[in-house]
């Protein structure tokens, strides 16, 4: 149990660390609104994170390998929101859309990063390819349900670090001076991901 377990740590921290929409989010939102906020949408990521871990648990690769029109759609429509959030971020240097740094209410962060996390269906099949390789045939009921904390607390705690990083007072700083140009970056980055996830649409 504990091999299994360390293996798919391992598999979901260098999932996490790569570059994409989830530490976009964090980062921004730490950098652009505070701390706080780029926090509470850390764990809406890691609540989604779980979320995708059962589905993939439940076998919903396979409905996907069988179902490929509802891959597509969920793929689109996943890359329809990315490229949304890329022109807000190109538009005001915010993920919410507004020219000033506005608060967020812990709700409407969580709501955020979940949403982000949510509408990503690559998560789903790299946790499915990922519990492929690594689970028993068989696993057992506690073996999922520590998979699927172990789950919760890596995204937690990795993006939460992310939130720190960019919370930092230099950060911040920096960031204030070059806001509009740092959200046409990040905003290209958002679109250029959207638009990747919708050419891929079905192909994997």
Known sequence: ??????????????????????????SQLAADV???????????????AVI????????????????????????IVGSLYLCWMGLQL?????VAGTK???PLSPFAAWR??????????KSALFFGSVFA????AEPSLTLMLAILA??????????????????????????ARYRRQIGRVAGSLMGILGIRLAATAGTY
Request: positive net charge; contains cysteine.
């Open 1 to 26: 149990m504990l091999t299994t377990l360390l293996a798919i740590c391992l598999l979901h921290w260098v999932g996490m660390v790569s570059p994409g929409p989830n530490i976009l989010v964090v």
């Open 34 to 48: 505070n701390r706080r906020t780029g926090i509470f949408a850390a764990f809406g990521i890691a609540t989604c």
């Open 52 to 75: 995708w871990g059962l589905f993939a648990l439940l076998g919903v690769k396979a409905i996907f390998a069988m179902h490929t029109h509802l891959r597509m759609g969920l793929q």
């Open 90 to 94: 190109w538009r005001t240097g915010s």
């Open 100 to 102: 000033q740094a506005e």
């Open 112 to 121: 955020l990063g979940f949403v982000t996390n949510i509408t990503n269906p």
């Open 133 to 136: 390789a690594a689970l028993p």
């Open 150 to 175: 172990m789950l919760f607390v890596n995204a937690a705690v990795w993006y939460t670090i992310v939130a720190t990083a960019f919370s930092h007072v230099k950060v911040r700083e920096a960031y």
